[in-house]
């Protein structure tokens, strides 16, 4: 096992890799950039190193830096978390011929799934699933309404290079089509550097479902089961729990496998090891591959709870050469857990709330788990992403869940700046939600302030 851990990420998700490194015996760096230079990440880790000023692209995206601290800190491996460099293949590569460990899948791997429309061709191949769209990147405008016309509008627009639900729209006929394809064309080379876009068909009101998997050097891969990620805002993902309601008390049992086979089947076709998700649409009784994350997702904590699997522990283990114990039989959902993102935002029209946190109280009780970035006196900036906290909330039932859920939302107290709690609430208080009837286009219709 690695003696020194260089966490290469920020916040709440950096904080949380360190907790679980040191209780590992392992001893931590955190970089930082000058906005983040009071948070606790930076304070609780062994070492810390400046990477340079508050724009990402100076600190965290800075890869030369991020090596150069590794270097000069003696870590044997480097952990990205999620967002800024954990995709970056060619970040990977350089860890590797520089002697560190990447806490990741090997780059081979994450270059097969960073192009979605070759993921979509190359898991296709093995037998999975695919929501129908283009096998390729569309060239210009005239072959994607060409395209559509097979495809059958309304027709989804997506950045070949990309995720987030950036450069991505939908187009209900030809006209709509040639206005969303610029836009989605110019959005993807902003965002990632390449114009490539692809077509999928659009639902209107599918469900996003999502599945866990870790997978050795070995050769030995699992699944560690499902997460219903359906609430969403702009194709961001506001609530997630472990297990999907679909599959609710033994409910629709062929789906279920239908869905972790492809989702395994996904993994391996991409050579895939350490921990990352598969994600898949749910319409009308089927699923279909949408993308693989070749990372650990912002609401795996939700199948920690649920599974009583240690994901980073085993990323770390797994990075380290060790075969992966746990066995496919091994994996039960005990309980359901809920994961609600803490925005600093305007719960109702949803605009950025930066500011200092004047009063921080977390809540506290039977089932509550919170992963902060943040602690009270600390200023949340307009530098990065508005998250400042995740509260994770798991109960026997879902109605359990729910229910800790509310009294832990009504307990938490952030003061000096907006955020969205009030929304959250109104989301469990929704009957739809509670009756577990959920859609991606579920704020559009429920919740309503």
């Not at 391996?268 to 990372?295: P, W």
């Amino acid at each position: 096992m690695f003696k020194k851990l260089l966490i290469a990420n920020r916040g709440e998700i950096s904080r949380r890799i360190g907790q679980v490194a040191r209780g590992m015996g392992i001893s931590t760096v955190a970089v930082y950039s000058d906005a983040d230079a009071d948070l606790p990440f930076v304070k609780e880790a062994d070492e810390a190193v400046r990477l340079g000023p508050a724009p990402a692209k100076d600190s965290y995206l800075n890869i030369p830096a991020i090596l150069e601290a590794a270097k000069k800190t003696g870590a044997q491996a480097v952990h990205p978390g999620y967002g800024f460099v954990s995709e970056n293949a060619e970040f990977a590569r350089a860890c590797t011929e520089a002697g560190i460990a990447f806490v990741g899948p090997p780059p081979e791997a994450m270059l097969r799934m960073k192009d979605k429309s070759q993921a979509r061709k190359l898991v296709a191949a093995a037998g999975v699933p695919v929501v129908p769209g283009t096998e390729d990147v569309v060239p210009d405008v005239g072959t994607a309404v060409s395209a559509a016309e097979s495809i059958g509008y309304p027709v989804l627009c997506k950045a070949a290079g990309g995720g987030g639900g950036i450069g991505m729209a939908a187009a209900k006929d030809p006209a709509e089509l040639e206005k969303v394809f610029r836009q989605c064309t110019d959005r993807a080379k902003a965002a990632f550097g390449r114009e490539g876009v692809y077509l999928e068909r659009y639902f209107s009101a599918p469900r996003h479902i999502e599945v866990q998997i870790l997978g050795d050097h070995h050769g030995h891969l699992i699944h560690a089961l499902e997460r219903e990620c359906s609430i969403q805002r702009r194709h961001q993902k506001v609530v997630e729990e472990a297990g999907s309601p679909l599959f609710a008390d033994g409910k629709n049992p062929e789906l279920a496998q239908k869905l972790f086979t492809a989702a395994v089947t996904a993994a391996k076709a991409f050579g895939y090891a350490n921990a990352g998700t598969v994600e898949f649409l749910y319409s009308d009784g089927n699923v279909y591959f949408i993308e693989m994350n070749a990372r650990l997702q912002v609401e795996h904590p939700v199948t920690e709870l649920t599974t009583g699997l240690d994901l980073i522990g085993w990323q770390l283990r797994i990075a380290a050469g060790e075969p992966l114990t746990v066995r496919q039989e091994d994996v039960k959902r005990r309980g359901a857990a809920l994961e609600f993102r803490i925005y600093a935002e305007d719960p109702v029209k949803f605009f950025p709330s930066p500011g200092p946190l004047k009063v921080f109280v977390p809540p506290t009780g039977e089932g509550v788990r919170l992963d902060a970035g943040y602690a009270e006196g600390n200023i949340v900036t307009p530098n990065y992403d508005p998250m400042i906290a995740k509260l994770i909330v798991s109960g026997a039932t879902r109605t359990e869940a729910i229910e800790r859920s509310i009294a832990a939302l009504e307990q938490f107290r952030i003061e000096g700046i907006k955020t969205n709690i009030p929304l959250h609430l109104r989301i469990l208080r929704d009957p739809a939600f509670r009756a577990g009837e959920l859609d991606t286009r579920f704020l559009e219709n429920h919740a309503k302030p």
